[in-house]
């Protein structure tokens, strides 16, 4: 959710300014083609305009609370709005509460073409087909903190994310008022941010665990089993997880954090030329930590290093927290023992510039041995490892 695009928004007296900016290195990603027809805050008011009702409230409360079922934030993509109403990000594009007799793209779509047909020179839509085909082609995104806290009744405030890290913007009542939104309104009433989607390309922990046992049970059982004290191989668990604190301003959402590992993994060489066989394995996967999550020890009981053989010293380890950017990678090493010597081997874990590296360095098996079990503090995460 971190992807940022130039915006400019009419706001409220009481905030700083009435216009924001952000640079960005490649200032046509998220403008390019169809989508420039609109920007966050056109979406914000188009929203805003239209008669949401209870059914519509269902609607998208069904959406987030599939995805986050799906281990990804509070959001509804615009795609799956038009495309499969009510579904989650990682839904396989099925609805998971059945047909709406009046979904919201419905709602969209009527106000889309109103605007057409009035041909009004501030706010007017040329041509609305190309309109409604650009929003749903995008990665924008309704996104609706603490949705859990939802009464069931209670309305939005719908506002965007102004891109420049600021924890305020104007939000629009569906009644045509505007007023101040900030995190804490947020807490008390459901409010709708949109914004721009950018962890849906991205399997998360829970689809892991769904399509592949050996990711074990999340707090539960850990599914891998060890070979045997007497074979000396081992499991190496990423046992739980605990964010301290948020990236990224409320308005972008979750931190998405990327756990990247790099080992050699099933190491039991014996001659030089077993040893030029074996490569690292890297193992990369994305936990989301919304932000009522930030402080909450969350159970995990993730597999990082399937095989850890007696002759594995010590493998790569590396969280970032994604906030995009150039691709890059950081060069590192794992340490194998080889006719009593030690033999490092080249691992690249991937990163974007932008990113924000929550910890990086090399685990010793030593190390993860005497603090197995319990919480070690790697930045601002605090993680429990494991070997089985």
Request: charge should be negative.
């Amino acid at each position: 959710m971190k992807r940022r695009s130039c915006l400019w928004g009419a706001v409220l007296c009481t905030l700083l300014s009435t216009a924001c900016e952000r640079l960005d290195d490649d200032p046509d990603q998220h403008v390019s083609g169809a989508e420039a027809l609109f920007t966050l805050d056109d979406v914000a008011r188009l929203l805003s305009g239209v008669p949401v009702g209870a059914a519509q409230m269902v609607e998208v409360h069904d959406a987030v609370e599939a995805s986050s079922g799906n281990g990804y934030d509070e959001e509804y993509t615009l795609q799956d709005l038009f495309t499969t109403p009510g579904a989650g990000v990682g839904s396989g594009g099925e609805t998971r509460a059945g047909g709406y007799d009046h979904p919201l793209r419905d709602l969209l779509r009527t106000a889309v073409q109103a605007k057409a047909a009035t041909k009004a020179e501030d706010g007017g839509i040329d041509d609305p087909e190309a309109y409604l085909d650009a929003l749903a082609a995008s990665d924008v995104q309704i996104y609706w903190p603490y949705s859990e806290r939802w009464d069931g009744m209670t309305r939005p405030v719908i506002t965007f994310d102004p891109g420049d890290n600021s924890e305020r913007n104007v939000g629009y009542t569906l009644d045509g008022e505007e007023l101040v939104v900030d995190e804490a309104l947020a807490m008390e009433r459901p409010v709708w941010v949109v914004n721009r989607n950018a962890d849906a390309e991205f399997m998360s922990l829970e689809l892991r665990r769904r399509e592949d046992p050996s990711w074990g049970q999340g707090g539960g059982e850990i599914l891998v089993k060890s070979a045997g004290e007497e074979s000396g191989i081992k499991t190496l668990v990423l046992r739980s997880f605990m964010a301290r604190r948020n990236y990224d301003p409320w308005f972008a959402g979750a931190s998405e954090f990327f756990v990247k590992v790099g080992a050699v993994e099933d190491f039991t060489a014996s001659t030089e030329a077993e040893l030029r066989l074996y490569s690292p394995s890297i193992t990369d996967f994305m936990i989301v930590v919304r932000r009522s999550q930030v402080g909450q020890t969350l159970p995990f009981n993730a597999v990082l290093v399937s095989e850890w053989t007696p002759q594995l010293l010590d493998c790569a380890f590396m969280m970032i927290e994604d906030d995009g950017g150039t691709r890059t990678s950081w060069k590192c090493s794992a340490m194998v023992k080889y006719n009593s010597k030690s033999y490092g081997f080249e691992i690249e874990l991937p990163l974007y510039t932008r990113d924000d590296i929550v910890w990086r360095g090399s685990l010793s098996r030593s190390y993860i041995e005497k603090y197995a079990g319990t919480v070690g503090h790697f930045g601002d995460v605090d993680l429990v490892l494991d070997l089985i």
